[in-house]
């Protein structure tokens, strides 16, 4: 008889081991929490983080994607997701939080700067919305994401 077990892998993109930075917020929200990544796919991620969530919160992570994963150039991207699983910490270290990515969206390094900068001058004036805001529906993976 053999004790010989066969590993059949059932995730549906490539993962990758990048130990990258890693903000992470409450979609929505405005407190941003900040950890490390320790695997990464096209369509999820195992990350480390102090930040208090709970399963099923819908998150956004904002991290630089590298150069393997895009098939091009290292890319700042903020990823929309769902925390699938958490593994709670022993005393003093960071929980592990698994997260199902639903969209990503690209973020040109000016216009991150840009973006920043609109929110903290907007809150200090009056914002009248000129007409309503578009529906925003998950962006699927781009091409080169998609496995």
Do not use: W
């Amino acid at each position: 008889m053999s004790t010989d077990h066969t590993h059949v892998e059932r995730r549906a993109a490539q993962r990758f081991d990048f130990h990258l930075p890693v903000s992470v917020r409450l979609a929505g929200g405005d407190q941003e929490g900040h950890g490390f990544t320790q695997d990464l796919s096209a369509r999820g991620a195992l990350f480390y983080t102090d930040f208090a969530l709970s399963e099923g919160d819908a998150i956004e992570l904002t991290l630089v994607m590298p150069s393997e994963i895009t098939l091009a150039e290292n890319m700042r991207v903020r990823c929309r997701g769902k925390v699938v699983r958490i593994s709670r910490p022993a005393v003093g270290a960071r929980a592990g939080i698994a997260v199902l990515l639903e969209g990503y969206e690209f973020l040109p390094e000016a216009a991150v700067e840009a973006s920043d900068n609109f929110g903290r001058i907007s809150a200090l004036h009056e914002h009248k919305p000129d007409k309503a805001e578009p529906d925003e529906s998950p962006a699927a993976p781009p091409p080169s994401l998609a496995s």
